[in-house]
């Protein structure tokens, strides 16, 4: 049945129950019409609107093609006689996952790693079942921000915020107006860098990364293209501006967790 058709019958059906409550025919009839045109609207707009959506599900064709090419590309220098059948609770929920994500490359190459961890012997204890599900609630984006602990596992960050000023010039009360501040998201190449602060929320959430009240990174200059930069400058002028307030900052630490540095190893580095 088409899909003009299957619109046709809703409209149909609305109608229908319109003209079976004559009382009030004639003030239903005309909206029910009105209704059925826009059910027709909206119904083609959401076809089209999913169309695109249904080409990006990868079928069983795909998923064969991914673990013949990206699975067997790092398993190449392997042993033949290390590979082995990977753990049917990490396997099958990734491959399931790959229907839905394939077509994100970063996300799609944490599988890759993850299955071809889990199909080598001497590796296969790393590989974790919960990593397929952390993958599965990760953006691409956030991928990127994973991708950096390999290289450091300490980073920082900024909270900026005002305070009041007391007669006495002592600091009292106050309020963050940026939190979790950081350049991480245009070095790792964000599609959507803006988004940094909460990808930094989702990260430490799945307990990867942790922001340890207090922690600050103490290697000398480790927070002065922060500090400097633009958008850190002009907040402090705009705060200052009222001359009963201060600017704060906090330096901060977006820090690896044990769990976050064995997925890192697992799902971040290509074995090959």
Avoid at 27 to 43: H, N, S
Avoid at 51 to 74: C, E, N
Avoid at 94 to 122: F, I
Wanted: aromatic share 6%; proline share 6%; hydrophobic share 40%.
């Amino acid at each position: 049945m088409s899909e003009d058709n299957k619109v046709r019958d809703v409209i149909d059906a609305v109608t229908g129950v319109a003209k079976a409550l004559p009382i009030y025919q004639d003030v239903a009839q005309p909206a029910a019409q009105e209704l059925g045109k826009g059910l027709q609207t909206v119904a083609k707009t959401v076809h089209i609107a999913l169309a695109p959506v249904s080409a990006l599900v990868w079928g069983y064709d795909q998923i064969k093609d991914f673990v013949s090419t990206k699975v067997a590309d790092r398993l190449k220098n392997v042993p033949p006689e290390n590979i082995i059948t990977p753990n049917p609770n990490i396997a099958g929920p990734a491959l399931e996952s790959l229907r839905y994500t394939g077509h994100e490359s970063s996300l799609s190459d944490m599988y890759a790693n993850l299955l071809a961890t889990a199909m080598d012997k001497s590796t296969a204890s790393g590989a974790h079942p919960a990593f397929v599900e952390i993958i599965r609630q990760l953006t691409p984006d956030e991928a990127k921000l994973i991708s950096l602990f390999v290289v450091t596992p300490r980073l920082p960050l900024l909270n900026v915020g005002w305070v009041f000023k007391t007669s006495s010039d002592e600091k009292s009360g106050g309020a963050d107006v940026l939190v979790n501040f950081s350049h991480l998201g245009e070095l790792a190449k964000c599609e959507f860098p803006d988004l940094t602060p909460t990808y930094i929320d989702n990260i430490c959430r799945l307990g990867l990364a942790e922001v340890p009240f207090g922690l600050n990174i103490t290697s000398k200059g480790a927070y002065d293209i922060l500090e400097n930069s633009p958008t850190i400058q002009n907040l402090k002028l705009k705060i200052e501006e009222n001359p009963e307030l201060t600017c704060h900052i906090e330096r901060k630490t977006f820090q690896v967790t044990e769990l976050g540095k064995q997925f890192a190893k697992v799902c971040i580095v290509q074995k090959s």
